[in-house]
């Protein structure tokens, strides 16, 4: 755990960090007493930082965590209810790229808002592959063809119901219907065995989705490059620390197209109760 200190001259004793530490290891033994961690329970703290960041008298560090190092929250530039509707709504998945390949800064300024995605446990296990060179990004979407090939020929079925010689004949005719000829993929990936490995790097991804939309970027889940992701060659092409696994690809680059409107979608199923 990450040592736990209080700043007595600051601490008014509001009793703010009790109440919102998610594992509940912050007391006041008495009404105004110093918040300390519960005695033996110091280990189950998940270093989330929330009673840093939630302490109205910035009394509260972590040693990993400074309050003069946590960036305030400066809510005049928070977007309104109706900016953030639009722009969740507005979002589309893009598969029409510019020949342009996006600065190494605005790559990086993606992932640095994606780690901030909520993780189970605040355990933060998504690790990052970002293919920068546009030829690595064709030759995965290569390999991926192979890898349909390669069904095509052992399961016959599976071929019916994904369409995957549509795939390949157009990737034959220079269509690359698999990474859509973007400029970079980004690859999710986290320790095989690691607790909802899944979900965070699923949720991980969505921020990046999202954050590309704010920046002028465009992307999309790539769902066949993470399908083929355990097969012999793309487990070698995209040399993962060991005990790795990709969970989840997304492509990125500048959209050609801009959307018009808002597609429609389903109306919401919903049980109120
Ligand atoms: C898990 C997941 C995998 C996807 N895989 C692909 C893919 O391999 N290729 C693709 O073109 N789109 C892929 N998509 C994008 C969906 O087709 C897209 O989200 C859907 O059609 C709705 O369009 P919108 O994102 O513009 O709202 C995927 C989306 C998700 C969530």
Redesign the pocket.
């Known amino acids: 755990m990450s040592v736990f200190r209080v700043d007595d001259a600051r601490c008014n004793r509001c009793g703010i960090c009790v109440r919102e530490c998610p594992p509940r290891i912050i007391e006041m033994v008495e009404p105004k007493a110093l918040p300390t961690t519960v005695k033996g329970e110091e280990e189950r703290c998940i270093v989330c930082g929330h009673c840093v960041a939630v302490c109205p008298f910035e009394a509260i560090s972590l040693d990993t965590m400074k309050p003069e190092d946590c960036a305030p929250v400066n809510r005049k530039l928070l977007p309104t209810a109706e900016q953030v509707e639009l722009f969740l709504k507005s979002?589309?998945?893009?598969?029409a790229y510019q020949e342009k390949t996006v600065p190494h800064t605005v790559l990086a300024k993606l992932i640095d808002i994606a780690r901030y995605a909520p993780s189970g446990h605040n355990a933060q296990p998504v690790h990052w592959l970002v293919v920068e060179d546009p030829r690595e990004v064709r030759s995965l979407a290569a390999l991926v063809i192979e890898w349909m090939n390669m069904l095509i020929r052992k399961s016959p079925r599976v071929v019916e119901l994904f369409h995957f010689d549509k795939f390949v004949n157009a990737w034959e005719r220079g269509e690359d219907?698999?990474l859509?000829g973007a400029p970079h993929v980004i690859v999710a990936h986290a320790q095989k065995d690691a607790a909802l490995a899944q979900e965070n790097c699923?949720i991980a991804l969505?921020y990046l989705?999202l954050a590309a939309y704010s920046l002028g970027l465009g992307a999309?889940?790539?769902?066949?490059?993470?399908?083929a992701s355990s097969s012999p060659a793309l487990i070698t092409a995209l040399r993962l620390p060991g005990g790795h696994k990709c969970f989840?690809a997304m492509?990125v680059g500048y959209p050609k197209h801009e959307?018009r409107c808002i597609?429609l979608?389903n109306e919401p199923s919903i049980i109120w109760r």
């Open positions: 979002r589309r998945s893009v598969r219907r698999v859509r699923s969505t989705e999309c889940w790539a769902g066949y490059l993470l399908a989840g492509i959307f597609p979608r």
